[in-house]
Nanobody, 120 residues
Framework: QVQLVESGGGLVQAGVSLRLSCAAS????????MAWYRQAPGKQRELVAA???????NYADSVKCRFTVSRDNAKNTVYLQMNSLKPEDTAVYYC??????????????WGQGTQVTVSS
């Protein structure tokens, strides 16, 4: 059984920072890519940022230069540092991981989501 648990969301004013965390636990052989997605009301879920096991990253254009994704492989944890938050960043943020439970099988897992609300 594998779980991804996010934390760090909340209600903040525009311009401030938040840091989201997502810890993976359970029967994990190896975690490959990890990512953050978000879904605003009435919109499709979109990729925010992703990071490979080697540390390569990519970002949505809307968050480049404001958000930073990082990971601690020893803790099976991925982080999203969000700076200069804007009202349009308001969404439920979901953690995603492509991980192997053994040498042969890779599965895709999602966290339960954490709400980020940015007021103007």
């Amino acid at each position: 059984q594998v779980q991804l648990v996010e934390s760090g969301g909340g209600l903040v004013q525009a311009g401030v920072s938040l840091r989201l965390s997502c810890a993976a636990s359970g029967s994990i052989f190896r975690i490959n890519a990890m990512a953050w997605y978000r879904q605003a009301p009435g919109k499709q879920r979109e990729l925010v940022a992703a990071i490979t096991s080697g540390g390569s990253t990519n970002y949505a254009d809307s968050v480049k230069c404001r958000f930073t994704v990082s990971r601690d492989n020893a803790k099976n944890t991925v982080y999203l540092q969000m700076n200069s938050l804007k009202p349009e960043d308001t969404a439920v943020y979901y953690c995603n991981a492509e991980l192997q439970v053994n040498r042969n099988y890779e599965y895709n897992y999602w966290g339960q989501g954490t709400q980020v609300t940015v007021s103007s």
